[in-house]
Each structure stands twice: as C-alpha cells, then as structure tokens.
C-alpha cells in the first residue's frame, strides 16, 4: 500500500469505484434486513415460528449429507446426554388427505440403544474433548 495517492490519479478513481460498490451493497443490504425483518414478524403474526424457518433456510444452504450427518450426531450426543426429543419419544407427522398435517408424539417401545458405531463416535468425541483440555493445561 502507498502512503500518497494523487486525488485526481487512477488509484483514486479505483478507490473511489470500490467505495461506491461497498456503499450500495451495504443499502441493498441494511433493505434487505428490513424486509427479513417483515417476513418474520408476519410469520410471527400468523403463530409460525421465526425460529424454526431460520433453522430450515441453515440446513437448506447445506448439502443433504452434511445435514442428515448433524442429525446424526446430534441424536447420538442427545442419546449420550439423555436429553433432546427422543427421551420422552419421537415425533410421528401424517399428512391428512385435506392437506393438513397430524404430528403426534410416539412412545418408544423400549429405550433407545446406542449402536457400536454411534458409541465409537460418542468415544472419539469425548476422547477429543479430553485432550483439548489437556493441551489447554485444564
């Protein structure tokens, strides 16, 4: 980078171009927060949760493996932890024929079991989380 820039020089017009593009994107962008703003409220007004939409569009930028793998994961760290929604059972969705759905909650026949994969998975995990702790002298 150069201390001295001649005002009226080519590198000053260059400056001057990069500014304006950063300025107008930054319009379009503060615009388009506002109206991300409106469409959850209005999905907030119509009792949809605002939450749950952000959620989806994460996972929708997301290939389907790299979702259903954090599913996965999740369940198996939730099995770990006896927490998350399969502790009191899972959630069963039926589409009516008039379009609605049904979700009801189904009772597990018996406690969920981890798989040999999923505790070689919970090991490693806990084995990791010990030996950052290690090297970060806790």
């Given at each position: 980078m150069k201390d001295s820039i001649a005002a009226d020089g080519q590198e000053a017009r260059l400056i001057k171009a990069f500014f304006e593009q950063l300025r107008a994107i930054?319009?379009?962008?503060?615009?388009?927060?506002?109206?991300?703003?409106?469409?959850l409220k209005a999905a907030k007004d119509a009792e949809v949760d605002g939450k749950t939409l952000r959620?989806?569009?994460?996972?929708?930028?997301?290939?389907?493996e790299e979702v259903m793998?954090?599913?996965?994961?999740l369940e198996t760290y939730e099995a770990i932890t006896g927490t998350g929604a399969n502790v009191g059972g899972a959630l069963s969705t039926k589409r009516n024929a008039d379009g609605t759905f049904?979700?009801?909650?189904?009772?597990?026949a018996?406690?969920?079991?981890?798989?040999?994969?999923?505790?070689r998975l919970r090991d490693s995990v806990l084995l990791a989380q010990l030996e950052e702790r290690a090297r970060r002298g806790e």
């Open positions: 930054d319009e379009e962008q503060l615009d388009l927060n506002e109206r991300r703003k409106d469409i959620v989806m569009i994460m996972r929708a930028r997301k290939a389907p793998e954090a599913d996965r994961l049904e979700v009801k909650m189904v009772q597990p018996e406690p969920a079991k981890l798989t040999n994969a999923d505790k």
